[in-house]
């Protein structure tokens, strides 16, 4: 798996090249990293129903957002998606921070950031090849906690197929997944193609401190 240095690095909140130090930090510690990821995903595709100008129905559940209906727009079919790097990365992080080791729990936590998305992407542009051959092509992901679609819609997205049992992935009591490495997302299936607009761009929650630049 390639992990995109650029993005740990804005993990960090380093901006510019990193110097020797910290690349020697990022090395030490995605050498130990790599070889502790356990990378699983599930793909389901559904049917939807729009009920409303902001509101979908999948297998009788519903998700009240505006966002998303919009990421949707023209889709035929649905595809929920689930993905997690394993529970390996959490505990080297854990390790690291027990050990007093606060910069490479720091490395650790940015670099798994960075891989569980190069991980989704790559899964996601994979089952993107395979639907262009029917003439389809796939929306970008949309994630709970996205725009206005709340981070509590985890528990619904969660009922709609067996996540836990599959591929090991859990919902605490604040709707946080664990492993933490982890990504559940909804993307359409359509007969043109979406626009690229995805992750940061299509959240309107500028104030977060993870939000990629623009411009």
């Known amino acids: 798996m390639q992990i995109d240095r650029a993005e740990a690095l804005r993990y960090m909140g ?22 502790a990821l356990t990378p699983k995903c599930l793909f389901l595709e559904t049917d939807f129903q729009r009920t409303g100008e902001a509101q979908l129905e999948i297998s009788g559940l519903r998700f009240q957002s505006r966002d998303l209906c919009r990421c949707l727009q023209d889709a035929e079919r649905l595809l929920l998606f689930a993905a997690t790097l394993g529970p390996g990365a959490d505990r080297l992080q854990r390790r690291y921070a027990a050990a007093g080791e606060t910069a490479k729990a720091a490395a650790a936590q940015a670099l798994g950031a960075a891989a569980i998305e190069s991980y989704c992407d790559a899964v996601c542009a994979e089952y993107a090849a395979k639907l262009q051959g029917e003439g389809l092509f796939l929306t970008p992901r949309f994630s709970p906690g996205y725009g206005d679609l709340p981070l509590e819609a985890q528990r619904t997205f969660f009922q709609l197929f067996d996540i836990s049992k599959r591929i090991g992935l859990t919902l605490t009591d ?19 193609p979406a626009c690229e607009k995805s992750g940061c761009a299509s959240c309107q929650k500028t104030e977060c401190a993870y939000r990629k630049g623009e411009g």
């Open 14 to 35: 380093a901006c510019g090249a990193p110097d020797a130090q910290t690349t020697a930090l990022l090395d030490s510690v995605e050498a130990e990293l790599l070889p």
């Open 174 to 192: 604040a709707c946080m997944m664990l492993p933490t490495k982890s990504v559940t997302a909804f993307l359409g299936v359509r007969r043109a």
